[in-house]
């Protein structure tokens, strides 16, 4: 069976960690063959480091291109949803890095696209296909937890140093940063339903940008999830499942290799990469890469695990949380275009 070509677009640090990851595959299922990015020179230096055969200076020369399988999207986050929109106009299948966007009338747009040309597409929330999410699923569907009522997750890490965390021009910080992961892990434990309410509490910074936030989410049935994150404070980096008759905890849950239940502990350990890595447990990116191959070879334009459905209800919750923090003006008051089952605390420094 033909492998599957990739086409690597931007040259930046997580693009290197994808390649990286796709190198622990086998070479008759994977291989990148082109990389493009913002210019020729970075192109062919990221080309030159991983012996890629083709090397663009834009995003819109590789978009040209015919008989692509598919485009990997590594580019900044601002520039995600431009970026797939060409990738998918040009008629190229897509996995496209977190968040595809914010804005849920921009994401319904790319699905929408997708769907008209019959194209794959996927958000990267590579957590989703972690051997560690499999076995969560497993043990949700068996019972064993009895009915789900509480879901807690909790991501953050002091990136003070990290001058672009500060820049609200940049559309970042802790919630696309960091929150997008809890969010997504209670997103799949309630499946597919729609929360029927939320509020989102947080600090923002001198400059404007969510510097930590707790999202709580209110379900049917008495059900919730409480979801905190932070780009100034180490957090517990833990997500934990509790039901009527037990409860799980999932260490590192954005790229676990360890489940831990009352009873017993389950282990699955990652492949140590030929090349140095920019991210924790980065080689985990590989299994994203062998769900859109799968998907792929039996003409899906979608992941069962990561459908077009999950994608645009993470970025309705990410847009309606940061626009309860930027735009709130005190305790427990909606504000403008946050429906009014969302509320808000906030506290800003000079915002």
Not at 28 to 57: K, N
Not at 217 to 245: D, F, P
Not at 306 to 323: D, V
Request: glycine content about 6%; charged content about 20%; aromatic content about 8%.
């Amino acid at each position: 069976m033909a492998p599957t070509r990739w086409r690597i677009v931007g040259a930046g640090k997580i693009s290197n960690d994808f390649k990286v990851a796709l190198d622990t595959l086998p070479a008759e299922e994977h291989q990148v063959v082109a990389v493009a990015a913002r210019s020729l020179e970075r192109a062919q230096q990221f080309a030159t480091t991983h012996t890629i055969p083709s090397a663009y200076g834009s995003y819109a020369e590789l978009a040209a291109q015919k008989f692509i399988d598919v485009v990997y999207i590594g580019v900044k986050e601002p520039q995600h949803a431009t970026v797939a929109t060409m990738m998918l106009q040009s008629g190229k299948p897509v996995l496209c890095e977190k968040p595809k966007s914010t804005d849920s009338r921009e994401v319904q747009n790319m699905i929408s696209l997708a769907k008209e040309k019959n194209l794959f597409f996927m958000e990267a929330i590579w957590s989703r296909f972690f051997p560690v999410y499999e076995k969560v699923r497993e043990i949700l569907r068996s019972g064993e937890l009895g009915e789900v009522r509480i879901v807690t997750a909790s991501l953050g890490i002091n990136f003070d140093g990290v001058p672009r965390l500060r820049n609200r021009s940049l559309a970042v910080g802790s919630l696309i940063e960091a929150g997008i992961y809890p969010i997504q892990f209670a997103a799949m434990v309630f499946g597919e339903e729609k929360p029927q309410g939320g509020t989102a509490t947080g600090h923002l910074t001198d400059t404007g940008v969510d510097e930590s936030a707790t999202v709580v989410l209110k379900y049917s049935n008495n059900r919730m999830a409480v979801l905190t994150c932070s780009v100034s404070t180490t957090l517990s980096q833990e997500a934990c499942i509790y039901g009527t008759m037990g409860s799980l905890k999932v260490p590192n849950f954005w790229c676990p290799t360890e489940l831990i239940t009352r009873t017993r502990s389950h282990y699955f350990p990652l492949l140590t990469p030929e090349k140095p890595l920019n991210y924790f447990n980065s080689t985990g990116l590989r299994y994203e890469a062998m769900e859109v191959r799968r998907c792929l070879q039996n003409d899906l334009i979608e992941s069962p695990l990561m459908t077009h459905a999950m994608t645009l209800q993470i970025a309705e919750i990410l847009g309606r949380s940061r626009q309860s923090l930027i735009r709130g003006k005190g305790p427990h008051r909606p504000t403008a275009d946050v429906p009014r089952h969302w509320s808000t605390i906030l506290t800003a420094n000079g915002v």
